[in-house]
């Protein structure tokens, strides 16, 4: 439990300090993510998630896109955002976490339907393409995100 002890003791310490939920799941391993968190929490949280402190890290799908976060098992809970059908490009991020090459020798992606109209949608997703993707990032884009990224310390060699 020294690992759960020093997790709360960060998360005490962070700037918003330490939410009520996280100081009663913390100690049994199971925490949240989501994007009204502040950077320090999402940091140390994601730290205790890689450092196996965290075995289970609920979280909305703003996880889907940003964050390096490979694990074994995702468990999808709905085919919406918000009011919205998940689009496959979405389901595909988030599913992807889940048994990354070179990580991990396997991963399951589990998507929960409360009725058949939903398993039906689930399954659609599960078989469709996804659209290439095409970077937005050339000309003046691309220097100033380079320039950004030098600028911010993210790049040391070229």
Known sequence: TQGFCGKIKEL???PSGLC???EKTVPYGIAYHHAGLTVEERTILEAGF??????CLCA?????????????RVIIRSTKVG????D?????QMAGRAGRAGLDAAGECIVMA???????EAQSLLQSEVAPLKSALHGQRLARAVLEAVSLGL????
């Open 12 to 14: 005490r310490q962070a």
């Open 20 to 22: 009520a939920v996280l």
């Open 50 to 55: 890689r450092d196996n402190v965290l075995g």
């Open 60 to 72: 909305t799908s703003t996880l889907a896109a940003g964050v390096n976060l490979p694990c074994r």
């Open 83 to 86: 009011a919205e059908a998940m």
């Open 88 to 92: 496959a490009a979405r389901f595909r």
């Open 114 to 120: 409360r009725s058949s109209k939903e398993a039906k």
């Open 155 to 158: 790049v040391r060699t070229v």
